[in-house]
């Protein structure tokens, strides 16, 4: 086969150390380029100063525009033979020019999470309403989303639970999914054996990208519902807040008095990390798989999360720490993980096999890899399989509408 062109189309440029899906983007480059492909990397968002040089890996940067012919141009010039479209907004945005100018390309959607689900959950908690999957059947962005899934030759979905929800609850076709979670290195003893010691290590931490509404919404939480009981029992311990593209909202929580300390952007994340002896990630919505209670297991840190920030993360793994949806018992685990080292240990030890049974890349890898081929071998009888991704790419569903919109506006 001659060397595969892949063309990544991003939502953003990569930000591997503002947020758990620049690092993700990062995992799916590094496996293309093991296999030797070319890479372009293509986004009409702007660059910011965080972003990652992907010149230095051999990656082409190209910024292209929505709603322009010149993508066109670029990607009849480029022929790709693999698509990636980070995030479905992508998807809606350029799918349909490469579906015209390169229909040969393999089209694959990076979900990053399910952001209807997300979604969903935010709307139904700021109602005051429980979550159901009525709620989500409803969800315009899930139509919007699902469309852009059945479109795709294939969709990557990092977490356990939301393979389940598409297949059970959407009745969506297995041979489109695949299930692709974070691809980490295998944590090994050398590695524990840099760990800071019980004793060396101090304060809580939270660490997140606060553009994202779930850690602004946990920060908040921590606040109001958890950091109160834990200071008075212990009254010289604090919490340490990390993040990118922290608000007012979040900065003005900042009160050095009760040990609640706003310290912004982490430089290295996972130094920070590695220096608390607890993680605390008060999640009350959001999907995927959270990149600060992977990272706070490769660091060795502990963690106290609720069953929405562990969900579809370890499988039938014990947790690194406790998994607590009423705060004030939220607050008792996270103390009882600060002042017990044997407990701590115990903990460590299950992030340890974690990270090692369901994340291990060299594991993940290699299967990816050649289910991407597989598509590619037998494209044709792929898609005609697939027949609502082909009924939603064919043309009449929309035409009737435009046609009557711009017999509409001639007439006026």
């Not at 041979?175 to 980490?184: D, E, Q």
């Not at 008792?332 to 096999?353: F, H, R, W």
């Not at 071998?377 to 991704?389: A, I, S, V, Y």
Request: hydrophobic share 40%; with cysteine.
């Amino acid at each position: 086969m001659n060397t595969q062109q892949v063309l990544i189309i991003g939502y953003v440029w990569v930000e591997p150390n503002s947020s758990a899906a620049g690092s993700r983007m990062l995992q799916l480059i590094e496996q293309f380029l093991q296999q030797g492909f070319k890479i372009t990397f293509s986004s009409p968002s702007q660059k910011s100063e965080k972003a990652t040089s992907l010149n230095s890996l051999g990656i082409e940067e190209v910024s292209i525009e929505l709603n322009n012919a010149s993508f066109n141009d670029f990607i009849k010039e480029l022929q790709p033979t693999i698509v990636l479209f980070d995030r479905f907004m992508m998807e809606e945005q350029f799918g349909w020019r490469v579906a015209e100018n390169c229909p040969n390309a393999i089209r694959i959607l990076d979900t990053e999470d399910l952001h209807f689900l997300r979604k969903t959950r935010h709307q139904q908690l700021k109602k005051g309403e429980e979550f159901t999957t009525e709620a989500l059947l409803k969800s315009d962005d899930a139509k919007r989303e699902i469309s852009s899934i059945l479109r795709c030759d294939m969709s990557l979905i990092i977490s356990t639970y939301e393979m389940d929800l598409l297949k059970s609850t959407f009745k969506i076709d297995k041979k489109i999914l695949y299930y692709l979670p974070f691809l980490l290195d295998k944590i090994d003893e050398n590695q524990t054996k840099e760990w800071k010691p019980f004793e060396e290590r101090e304060h809580f931490i939270f660490i997140g990208n606060f553009f994202h509404k779930p850690n602004v919404d946990a920060v908040l939480t921590l606040k109001t519902e958890v950091w109160s009981e834990i200071r008075k029992q212990l009254p010289k311990a604090e919490v340490h807040i990390y993040g990118a593209y922290a608000n007012q909202q979040i900065n003005q929580l900042h009160n050095k008095k009760e040990g609640f300390i706003i310290k912004g952007f982490a430089e290295d994340a996972k130094e920070v990390v590695g220096n608390a002896r607890v993680v605390l990630a008060p999640l009350r919505f959001g999907a995927g798989i959270k990149g600060k209670l992977t990272e706070a297991m490769i660091c060795g840190t502990p963690s106290v999360t609720t069953e929405i920030g562990a969900e579809g993360m370890c499988d039938r793994f014990p947790w690194n720490g406790f998994i607590e949806n009423d705060f004030t018992a939220f607050s008792n685990k996270a103390i009882k993980l600060y002042t017990d080292e044997k407990l701590l240990i115990e903990s460590q030890k299950n992030g340890v096999e974690i990270i090692n049974q369901i994340y291990d890349k060299e594991k993940l890898g290699v299967p990816f890899i050649n289910q991407i081929k597989e598509i590619q071998d037998n494209l044709e009888q792929h898609r005609t399989q697939n027949f609502l991704g082909s009924l939603l790419q064919h043309q009449t569903l929309q035409a009737t509408k435009y046609l009557s919109k711009w017999i509409e506006s001639k007439n006026k």
